[in-house]
């Protein structure tokens, strides 16, 4: 994030107070998420989340300018821990608390060795392109095709 917001022309100082607040903006995710999964199940709510993070990336494609990577850092902020909860819940759900643990961790590691693996061919591509357009657009994409299989999700049946 710093390296883009850095190359849209904010100071480092900038950047960075911008990825602090979007941490900060975890938490409520973090806690307003699985809340909404208590109330409408997983689907809704983790569909929303995708659907957010999609607007985030649809953002980045438009403007690079300060205001618009401050949104988009936020709104990525606001789902960025989000995730962790629902899969601990709807593996629980699916496969029982036996070895939730390790389905968990199991899921958490696709999840961040993705994740890691994103962030090395972002910076590839934007090394032979000159731009981050490339891999936000891909960002979005995804985004939005987990929006819609989560919308697929239903309650197992039998438990």
Not at 132 to 146: D, I, R, W
Request: proline share 4%; with cysteine; glycine share 14%.
């Amino acid at each position: 994030f710093i390296p883009f917001a850095t190359d849209a022309g904010l100071s480092t100082q900038s950047a960075s107070n911008i990825q602090g607040l979007a941490g900060l903006f975890s938490l409520a995710g973090v806690l307003i998420f699985p809340a909404l999964t208590e109330k409408f199940g997983h689907g809704g709510p983790l569909s929303l989340m995708f659907v957010l993070r999609g607007v985030c990336f649809g953002i980045l494609v438009l403007s690079s300018k300060e205001p618009a990577i401050f949104a988009a850092a936020l709104l990525m902020g606001f789902t960025l821990m989000a995730t962790a909860p629902l899969a601990a819940a709807i593996t629980g759900d699916y496969f029982g608390v036996t070895h939730i643990g390790l389905i968990t961790g199991a899921i958490l590691w696709v999840h961040h060795t993705g994740g890691a693996l994103g962030a090395l061919l972002g910076g590839t591509l934007h090394d032979i392109t000159g731009s981050y357009t490339s891999m936000f657009m891909a960002c979005l994409v995804m985004a939005f095709t987990g929006s819609a299989v989560c919308l697929r999700i239903k309650p197992p049946t039998g438990n």
